[in-house]
């Protein structure tokens, strides 16, 4: 059984009217839509562990929720399995009743709350806080173990104009040890686009700085870094 073709021939079609692009990678099938700025995503998957098994997954930027949640309430992950064609195309007749009794109701009542940061910092004002803030904890730009000393400041000191100066300073490092600009998105608030001059490698420091600052035990700041910058230089081979 061809389930690309199934899923083509059924639950695709819906899908694709709902303006759900498509991606399949690794036996998964991936429908991502962005509504007013966020994105939507159903996730389809072959199970590696079940023989004839799918696992269907509901997600926002915000929350995710298996399929079987909207089937009888249960939180837990549950597979759909099948025997044969007929069985697989059942499941994803069931799919598309989800869709359209309680997902489509659910993306919208879980959209990401509170993205915005406080403030804009790329306001006129801040820069000449984030040079104070700069001098004073004696941090430099170009140099990735400063993170270290803003994990610190937000541990001892996590105040919303230090959270604010964090992500200005962190989005000013991507900038200048990776390269990258300066953008304002309208739910997201400033954040570094094109960083190490790939297109649309982006990302939000306020989000990173605030998750972090939220739960500085189990988050990083440093480690996300880290990570894209070990992407750039894949990227660009060096």
Same mark, same amino acid.
């Given at each position: 059984m061809k389930i690309s073709k199934i899923i083509k021939q059924t639950i695709g079609k819906k899908l694709e009217n709902l303006n759900f692009a498509h991606e399949y990678l690794n036996n998964t099938w991936i429908f991502t839509r962005v509504v007013n700025g966020f994105k939507e995503t159903i996730q389809i998957e072959k199970s590696y562990w079940s023989e004839n098994a799918l696992r269907i997954t509901f997600m926002t930027e915000a929350e995710s929720v298996y399929s079987f949640y909207f089937i009888d309430g249960s939180k837990m992950e549950k597979l759909h399995y099948y025997e044969d064609e007929e069985s697989l195309r059942d499941i994803f007749i069931t799919l598309e009743e989800i869709i359209d009794q309680h997902a489509l109701k659910w993306f919208e009542e879980n959209v990401p709350k509170d993205t915005l940061p406080p403030a804009n910092f790329l306001d006129k004002g801040w820069f000449e806080k984030l040079? +104070?803030? =700069?001098? =004073?904890?004696? $941090? *430099?730009? +170009? *140099?990735?173990?400063?993170l270290k000393t803003i994990e610190f400041l937000l541990i001892s000191e996590p105040t919303e104009e230090t959270i604010v100066l964090s992500s200005y300073?962190?989005?000013?490092?991507? $900038?200048q040890t990776l390269d990258g600009e300066w953008d304002y998105d309208q739910n997201y608030g400033p954040y570094i686009k094109n960083i190490g001059g790939i297109n649309n490698f982006n990302r939000r420091p306020y989000k990173t700085i605030k998750n972090f600052a939220n739960n500085p035990h189990h988050e990083s700041i440093i480690r996300p870094y880290q990570a894209i910058a070990g992407t750039v230089k894949n990227v660009k081979g060096q």
């Open positions: 040079q +104070k803030f =700069v001098e =004073v904890n004696n $941090i *430099d730009f +170009k *140099d990735e173990n400063s300073f962190l989005g000013e490092l991507f $900038i």
